[in-house]
């Protein structure tokens, strides 16, 4: 059995893509059909494929037939929220950057 510390770190190893992460902030929105996915993301269609599979393999996001077109959404409200808690961590780190940068160049005219 692998260790809970273990399966979060592959978890995270999964979703650490570029393309996996775009995807499920467009997904976010509901779901939506693989050319939308491809006219927001720019990348050629194999690649997009290749990171669809993997966030269908680990069951991140389901797919459905629409007539000739796959439509994908997130596969649980979950994935979304962990997205916006990243996108508040991030804020707040920037913030706390920005911040600490500011009181740097602040400190360095008085120094001089």
Same mark, same amino acid.
Request: hydrophobic share 45%.
């Given at each position: ?7 979060? &770190? ?18 976010? %929105? ?5 050319? %939308? ?15 669809? /599979? ?22 649980s409200?979950?994935? &979304?929220?962990?997205?916006?808690? /990243?996108r ?11 911040? =600490?940068?500011?009181? =740097?160049?602040? /400190? ?5």
């Amino acid at each position: 059995m692998v260790p809970l510390y273990q399966a979060k &770190a592959e978890f995270f190893r999964m979703l650490g893509h570029p393309v996996r992460i775009r995807v499920l902030e467009l997904l976010q %929105d509901g779901p939506r059909p693989v050319r %939308d996915l491809l006219a927001d993301i720019a990348i050629e269609p194999s690649s997009l494929s290749q990171q669809l /599979a993997v966030l269908r393999r680990h069951g991140i996001v389901v797919s459905r037939r629409d007539g000739s077109s796959v439509v994908y959404e997130i596969a649980s409200d979950d994935v &979304a929220e962990l997205l916006r808690t /990243a996108r508040r961590i991030l804020t707040t780190l920037i913030t706390t950057q920005g911040e =600490l940068l500011a009181e =740097l160049r602040g /400190a360095e005219t008085t120094t001089r």
